[in-house]
């Protein structure tokens, strides 16, 4: 297990990769975006960047809003 | 008569922009934005629930196939944080065309126009398509202009006030020297508001508030839309010019 920071809470979770983590929480990868230490994360690439000891993760979506 | 409007190159036919935030629930939302006839709806970008992924979402009700969703940076109160959002969002959504906001203070919600020049210009270098919300002063939307906004979305009074338009002087000024789209953005409170937006030649008018807040919200989002087409139809027909004192409409002559 590896200590990771996702979406401001700390969290132990498996190794692996970004995909791997986001299918893990139920969440649909087309309907999010991820944003590791700062950078944005390519969803074509989400299954190619593995999770690292300390990684800070935001996955966002899209929620109502007005102005 | 076909009388659309277009911002960077997408060509709309309604000019009416809805927010999704505040409705009792999702359905009521969509009910809402399918009477307003809007074809563009704003969105936020937050964190997912991570603990109950299972909740409904905002796409599952408002098709972003059908109608365009523009993210929004509500909420943001320094430009890093808006430019971060909307890189978050066009990763989420795919694509450019957002809504910028930096917002000065939370009591008044007015624009803070430093950082949002900042980050208009940093945007517009990164490929965005930013519309900008800003203050009502048309110095401030030609610089706007300058460093790359879409359009320009100047607010008619404060994010969800009610209190309508106003400083139509200062509207109209802006509509005058723009060469991209001017919107209202905020603060109209009923459909003449949106109407005397629209009659000072604006190309559109954003609002949320005023529809979600309604007592009867689908009523409210009809209503704006025949105020905004009615306002429409107003400035294109070139209103009569004002008198100082009465001008009977029948003839005088043949009077018994």
Known sequence: MISIILNGEPRQVRGGSIADLVASLGLDVKKVAVERNRDIVPRSILGDVALAENDVLEIVHFVGGGC | MTDQWS?????????????????KDFEQNAAAVAASGAEIVTVAVRRVNVSDPSAPMLT?????????????TAGCFNADDAIRTLRLAREAGGWDLVKLEVLGEAKTLYPNMRETLYATEVLAKEGFLPMVYCV???????????????AVMPLGAPIGS???IQNRVTIRLIVE??????????????ASDAAVAMELGCEGVLMNTAIAEAKDPILMARAMKLAVEAGRDAYLAGRMAQRRYADPSSPLAGLI
């Open chain 2, 7 to 23: 911002v960077a190159g997408r060509t709309f036919s309604s000019r009416l922009i809805v927010g999704t935030g505040k409705y």
């Open chain 2, 60 to 72: 599952d009700y408002i098709d972003p196939k059908k109608i365009t969703y523009l993210p929004n």
């Open chain 2, 136 to 150: 009502d002063d048309p110095i401030a939307a030609k610089q706007l202009e300058d460093a790359g906004a879409v």
């Open chain 2, 162 to 164: 009610g209190l309508g």
């Open chain 2, 177 to 190: 020297g723009a060469n991209v789209p001017v919107l209202v953005d905020a603060g109209v409170g009923t």
